[in-house]
């Protein structure tokens, strides 16, 4: 292509040249002087050598010449229009290579731009790869695609599919602008439409697009949103998540954007699946799978975290032990699986009570239940561990078509206050829940 102008160039070249190698003043001088010659000097010779000369023959002489000068003027008349017509032809096609030569160009670029990005798929695995946390790899993958597709431009928002309540839920974002605020938590209805068709997505103008309703749109309390795409992350048919870009300017994401999007989702499903479960074993580890409170265990170990927290500040911490009275009557009466159904409401009411506290709350067996209160005197803790009593007394439990209730005895001890340590506090605790119990039940007792 390139030899191909170069030779349309020189060639036009060589026209210009050709027409410009003699000077305008000079062709005119050359025609004067030839029609001198041939009209006036040649008949004034003639007429010195022939006496008289012929009337026709200097007719016939004038006409031959006459015609000879119009077949010459026409010849280059016609010379110089097959000339022009070459040159136009000439320009038009060097017009013609030179975009051509531009959109090639424009494609090598856009070529190299994807094998760049494609190249790079093997780094993505690898960096996703390297750890097993979930929050890890959602915001490598979010940093990835900003990064290669939007180039640092707009909003990249990675959601995942709440398991119990099947919604999405924002995990992790990166944002042009830091002080945008994500107010749709769940998704807006483009996700919806990922989430319903499970496939990927791309507007490239929302104001424009017969799927959306512009009605909708406007009323959503978010920023304008006029061109996005979004993928699905599936394991097996399964919708884990979905990662979604989106830009403010219109026709700002193209069809291989997408393409390159939908791939990065293909591998981050398996990571974002293998996270999830890691997540989950470790939950499993610190968590009792009935009333998902931490297990004995951990619960000991924050306790001794909390214990040198304290010691350092010098600050308070009390602990409270609860037992569930007669808690076997229960069992003997409605059975094992109605004895769970108090535990799990026992520990719902446990977390949704003392959550302004910042508690720990652990199944510390059976159904004893341990709660570590930071920063909480011993006088506040009795408030607290009342509060408590008073409200499981109130609270009323259908068992098997019985509206029953329950009631719980409490010890309380507080750190440094009367023990030195977690061990020592788990016993103090421990004695005062059983001078509770030995006074009558259903009470609140502190060593």
Avoid at 273 to 291: P, R, V, W, Y
């Amino acid at each position: 292509m390139i030899r191909i102008q170069k030779r349309l160039s020189y060639n036009l070249d060589q026209i210009l040249a050709r027409q410009e190698r003699i000077p305008l003043q000079q062709r005119i001088i050359c025609y004067l002087a030839a029609i001198l010659i041939f009209y006036i000097v040649i008949p004034i010779v003639l007429s010195l050598y022939i006496r008289p000369i012929p009337v026709f023959s200097l007719l016939f002489f004038y006409l031959i010449n006459f015609s000879a000068a119009i077949m010459l003027i026409n010849s280059s008349f016609q010379r110089r229009c097959r000339i022009e017509i070459n040159k136009q032809d000439l320009h038009e096609n060097i017009n013609l290579l030179t975009e051509e030569m531009a959109k090639q160009r424009k494609q090598q670029q856009i070529l190299m731009s994807k094998s760049s990005r494609y190249n790079s798929l093997k780094d993505i695995i690898e960096q996703i790869n390297q750890n097993l946390s979930l929050e890890k790899i959602a915001e490598q993958l979010c940093y990835l695609a900003f990064k290669l597709i939007s180039g640092n431009k707009g909003l990249c928002v990675l959601y995942l599919v709440d398991e119990r309540s099947q919604r999405l839920k924002v995990f992790t974002a990166k944002k042009e602008d830091e002080a945008l605020v994500i107010k749709a938590k769940e998704g807006d209805i483009f996700d919806f439409w990922v989430l319903r068709h499970n496939s990927p997505l791309i507007v490239e103008d929302a104001r424009k697009d017969f799927r959306f309703d512009p009605e909708k749109l406007k009323g959503q309390s978010v920023r304008p949103v006029l061109s996005l795409i979004s993928a699905p992350f599936l394991s097996e048919n399964r919708l884990l998540g979905i990662l979604r870009l989106d830009s403010q300017h219109p026709n700002f994401y193209s069809q291989d954007d997408l393409r390159f999007l939908a791939t990065i989702c293909e591998l981050g499903a398996v990571a974002i699946e293998n996270g999830e479960l890691f997540q989950k074993t470790q939950d499993l580890a610190i968590h009792d799978g009935l009333t998902r409170l931490y297990v004995r265990g951990y619960f000991m170990e924050r306790l001794k975290e909390e214990c040198s927290r304290a010691l350092r500040d010098s600050a308070n911490l009390s602990l409270l032990m609860l037992d569930i009275d007669f808690f076997k009557d229960y069992n003997d009466r409605f059975g094992h699986t109605a004895g769970d159904l108090v535990l799990i409401r026992l520990a719902r009411a446990l977390e949704e009570q003392l959550k302004k506290f910042n508690p720990i709350v652990s199944r510390f067996g059976g159904e004893e239940f341990c709660v570590i209160l930071p920063r909480c005197q011993k006088n506040a803790a009795l408030e607290i561990a009342e509060d408590i009593r008073l409200k499981i007394e109130k609270n009323k439990i259908m068992l098997r078509r019985h509206e029953t209730q329950v009631t719980v005895s409490i010890g309380v001890a507080s750190f440094p206050e009367n023990a030195a340590e977690g061990n020592e506090l788990i016993l103090q605790a421990d004695k005062a829940l059983y001078a509770a119990k030995q006074s009558g039940r259903n009470r609140v007792n502190s060593v």
